[in-house]
Structures are given as structure tokens and as C-alpha cells.
Nanobody, 117 residues
Framework: QVQLVESGGGLVQPGGSLRLSCAAS????????MGWYRQAPGKQRELVAS???????NYVDSVEGRYTISRDNAKNTLYLRMDSLKQEDTAVYFC???????????WGRGTQVTVSS
């Protein structure tokens, strides 16, 4: 099973940018479906961006055009570039990796992103 460790969160002003990283270990991420989820206080965890092993990306409407998900298989790392941040982006962001057969989902512990002036 892959181990995932997120980093890069912090406090940023509205309109600012952050880049999150998710370092994987235990297995190569090349064949894994990966994504970033977030969970705000009192809300359900939601998928904000995903990237397939073939580098196909998808975004939730609320972050489309502002967030960019990418992966560097050589570095075994997943990234999330977040621009034009809004207060409503405040949440704990979690990295996820999933195998296809069998379906096994792994999670990181999360990194806090706070957007506030």
C-alpha cells in the first residue's frame, strides 16, 4: 500500500497562491489514479481535482481555471497548484491514491489551507 504525505499548506491572503505536494512511498505512482480532496469544517469531504495514470485531469466546477493538478512519476509526487484563492477554499486538503484491481484507496493525513486577510 502506498504511503502519502502532504505538504505546502498554510495561511494565504485572498487572491494568493499555494502549491501543495504529496510525496508517495512504498510503491510507484505511475499506474495509480490520484486526486486531491478537501474538507471544510462542518462539510463533507469533496473531490476537487483528479489525474489518471494517463494524465487526464478533472476538476470540480468551483476550482476550474484556478487549480492545476499535476504529477511527476519520476519523483513519485503529486501536486496541486492553487491560484486566485478565495476564503471558501479554506479546508484541510487530502491526497488520495487508488489502484484499479483490486480497488485500494490510500489517504494522506492532510494539510491545512487557510485563506484569510
Amino acid at each position: 500500500q502506498v504511503q502519502l504525505v502532504e505538504s505546502g499548506g498554510g495561511l494565504v491572503q485572498p487572491g494568493g497562491s499555494l502549491r501543495l505536494s504529496c510525496a508517495a512511498s512504498g510503491t510507484s505512482i505511475g499506474s495509480l489514479f490520484m486526486g486531491w480532496y478537501r474538507q471544510a469544517p462542518g462539510k463533507q469531504r469533496e473531490l476537487v481535482a483528479s489525474i489518471s495514470s494517463g494524465f487526464r485531469t478533472n476538476y470540480v466546477d468551483s476550482v476550474e481555471g484556478r487549480y492545476t493538478i499535476s504529477r511527476d512519476n519520476a519523483k513519485n509526487t503529486l501536486y496541486l497548484r492553487m491560484d486566485s484563492l478565495k476564503q471558501e477554499d479554506t479546508a484541510v486538503y487530502f491526497c488520495m491514491a487508488q489502484t484499479a484491481f483490486p480497488i485500494i484507496t490510500s489517504w494522506g493525513r492532510g494539510t491545512q489551507v487557510t485563506v484569510s486577510s
